[in-house]
């Protein structure tokens, strides 16, 4: 019954080559977010998608690219990976501001996938 | 644009006593203020949200104060065990109701 689970949980890799994270949620929400943790905890977000449209995009090199198969799933993808992508990828999702009151609704967030760039 | 920082990255606290934590804010404007807990090999969780429009929030054990003059808030920890051993995150959203700020964080480790 988990409400917001990640793919795969550990991913180390080598630099240069490309992988996935995949992120899944069953709450029933709109909103879905990729963050990054670094090792100093530091947690930053990446990339939000509502209804599977892209509505926030920070400064993030194009070698990362959400993707958003439906309302469920925003999974991320790292090409050409670098030792600085080595981070905690934390995704997250929340209902929906229907309205655009600006009421924040709570970020559920997921278990995390500790990629390790070698 | 907005930045939330903490006062002290580690607190260490005996098991029973009273954890205070702190978190500081630039943008005034802010309205809306929220701590999450992080325990180790997981994500963050909501634990209590605040609004500009009140000074003090309880939950249970815990109690968030905010005072909107000096843009500080706290996180009040009664009785502090050890589960309550994490990371904790204060944050604001920024701009629309989405994008959210996360302060640097501060350790909480409880001695037995």
């Known amino acids: 019954d988990t409400a917001v689970s990640q793919t795969p949980k550990y991913l180390v890799t080598q630099m240069g080559n490309d992988k996935s994270i995949k992120c899944e949620q069953n709450l029933g929400h709109d909103t879905m977010y990729w963050y990054k943790q670094d090792s100093k905890k530091f947690l930053k977000i990446m990339f939000s998608?509502?209804?599977?449209?892209?509505?926030i995009n920070e400064t993030v090199p194009n070698r990362f690219s959400p993707k958003s198969p439906d309302k469920a799933h925003l999974n991320l993808h790292i090409n050409s990976l670098e030792l600085g992508d080595s981070a905690v990828y934390f995704c997250a999702s929340s209902s929906q501001d229907l309205l655009g009151r600006g009421v924040f609704y709570e970020q559920y967030f997921g278990p995390g996938t500790r990629l390790t760039v070698t | 644009g907005e930045s939330v920082g903490l006062h002290l990255p580690t607190l260490s606290v005996q098991e029973g006593d009273n954890s205070i934590i702190n978190c500081a804010y630039s943008n005034s404007a802010s309205d809306y203020f929220i701590w999450y807990k992080q325990e180790s090999g997981k994500g963050p969780q909501f634990i209590i949200d605040i609004r500009s429009n009140m000074d003090k929030r309880q939950g249970q054990r815990v109690t968030v104060l905010l005072n909107k003059t000096v843009k500080h808030l706290s996180l009040q920890i009664a009785a502090t065990q050890p589960g309550d051993s994490a990371v904790y995150f204060c944050?604001?959203?920024?701009?629309?109701?989405?994008?959210?700020?996360f302060g640097s964080g501060t350790r909480l480790l409880v001695r037995p």
């Open positions: 998608y509502n209804n599977k449209e892209l509505i």
């Open positions: 944050a604001v959203p920024l701009d629309s109701s989405y994008k959210l700020i």
